[in-house]
């Protein structure tokens, strides 16, 4: 069973502001928003951990991770003016939920980043 913060959000265990759902994929708001708009889409029905431990039969799912981002920045407006995707691996990267995860980040003009801090 998937106990991370996420997979109970998927069975609305506990609240989330859901922006974005298909079959395989859930989106919604990050409650620790890095940018005017953060919205975080996971897989609905794998638990990968990391992006590292993502295996090549899961190429389509994580594909599908950066089309609904796509698709949601389209709906929202924000795509002729830009937006970020990013996934976090491990703890040193900022992965705090360990059920793979990708943030879209939008709404202003963003940094440059890369960075150690």
């Known amino acids: ?21 298909d079959d395989e994929i ?3 708001k990050d409650i620790a928003p890095q940018a005017p708009v953060h919205v975080l ?12 431990d993502a295996t090549p039969e899961q ?5 599908k991770l950066a089309l609904a981002a796509a ?18 691996c491990r703890e040193h990267a900022g992965q705090t939920v360990f059920h793979l995860h990708l943030h879209l980040l939008a709404g202003a003009q963003l940094g440059r980043f890369g960075s150690p801090s």
Not at 1 to 19: C, H, Q, S, W, Y
Not at 41 to 52: A, G, M, N, Q, R
């Open 59 to 63: 190429a389509a799912l994580i594909g």
């Open 71 to 88: 698709e949601y920045a389209r709906r929202e407006g924000l795509a002729q003016d830009g937006y970020r995707v990013v996934m976090n």
């Open 1 to 21: 069973m998937n106990d991370t913060l996420f997979g109970k959000i998927i069975r609305r265990e506990i609240p989330a502001t859901i922006v974005y759902e």
């Open 41 to 52: 889409f996971v897989p609905k029905h794998e638990l990968i951990p990391t992006l590292d």
């Open 26 to 28: 859930l989106g919604f």
